[in-house]
């Protein structure tokens, strides 16, 4: 649960053949870097490693969690793309806020 008048944070991690793009929504629109929202993005790619998998991960932190955000929902798209052009995705399930008075 969220508090409201406190800061908060949500974490993504997608694992493939490749590093993802991550991206965040809320109600169907992409999230933004903005006073509200803080995007942090890394992987664990080394190009000096042959690696089976690598790990993308995100974090979505909110400085002030208020009842306008208790109303969003949100969710975590990872998308990969090939050298021939094609891409898949993968969303998680969508999340949202219940704050505590």
């Known amino acids: 649960p969220a508090v409201l008048g406190q800061a908060n944070q949500l974490n993504c991690t997608a694992r493939g053949e490749a590093e993802a793009e991550i991206t965040w929504r809320s109600n ?27 790990d993308t991960y995100s974090s979505l932190s909110f400085s002030n969690v208020d009842l306008e955000v208790s109303y969003l929902v949100i969710t975590c798209t990872a998308t990969w793309s090939s050298g021939s052009g094609q891409s898949s995705s993968v969303a998680s399930d969508p999340v949202s806020f219940n704050p505590l008075y």
Request: charged share 20%; no cysteine.
């Open 28 to 54: 169907g629109t992409e999230v933004q870097e903005s006073e509200l929202f803080s995007i942090y993005t890394a992987s664990n790619a080394d190009p000096t490693q042959d690696q089976d998998l690598i």
